[in-house]
């Protein structure tokens, strides 16, 4: 039989624990899971994440439900080309997307044959078989690249051969100030920010955080 103390007690346990909880999530870690396959094969359908809330500083999108408590994202740090990013997409500013930072302000981004261009240089990628990036993942394939971004970052992407998406081929897009350019690593299976009229240039007021680590895998 629980006593009206008891149930005091058990009350404030609860948000207390909650409270924490909180806290954790909005200004530490906050917990993702990976709904589709454009960013196979870094990250896989069904993978559990963990994002860091404070690396790029605090925005409203840190907040539950984005709420409009913070005006102006604040102690903001700028990500870098290669990071794995979370973001609301800018087309609704409620959708969370997970891709890959590929352009900063100022950049030109263009996608000619399926082969990247940054700043008019093609960025230089080895077939995943003859490449020594040694990656243990049974998804690897023949259409797996070892992408080199300009900073020497290094991930991996699958471009299908062929060439007749539309996002194999694009116009020479410039990334605005305060925004960013970012691409799913499934190449030929991703919306990303080569769809102008759906996801296009992402405001860093958007950026909820980077993706650190997959704690758990369906697979």
């Known amino acids: 039989i629980f006593t009206s103390e008891s149930k005091w007690e058990a009350f404030k346990i609860i948000i ?110 080895d077939n995943i078989l003859n490449s020594s990036f040694q990656e243990h993942n049974k998804y690897l394939n023949e259409y797996d690249f070892v992408e080199i971004l300009p900073n020497g970052k290094k991930h991996i992407i699958r471009e299908l051969k062929g060439d007749k998406s539309s996002t194999d081929n694009t116009i020479v897009y410039t990334v605005p100030e305060n925004n960013f350019f970012l691409m799913g690593d499934n190449r030929d299976n991703s919306i990303d920010s080569r769809v102008l009229n759906y996801v296009g240039f992402v405001p860093f007021e958007n950026l909820v955080g980077k993706a650190e680590i997959i704690f758990f895998s369906l697979d």
């Open 16 to 125: 207390s624990a909650g409270a924490i909880a909180l806290f954790i999530r909005t200004f530490f870690f906050q917990p993702f899971t990976i709904p589709s396959g454009s960013m196979i094969p870094t990250l896989l359908i069904g993978d559990f994440i963990f994002v860091s809330q404070y690396k790029y500083g605090y925005s409203r999108h840190s907040l539950p439900f984005s709420l409009p408590v913070i005006k102006s994202r604040i102690f903001g740090k700028k990500p870098k080309r290669g990071d794995v990013v979370v973001f609301k997409t800018p087309n609704d500013n409620r959708t969370d997307y997970v891709k890959t930072l590929i352009g900063l302000p100022g950049d030109r981004i263009q996608i000619n044959k399926g082969l990247l261009y940054i700043n008019d240089v093609p960025v230089k990628r």
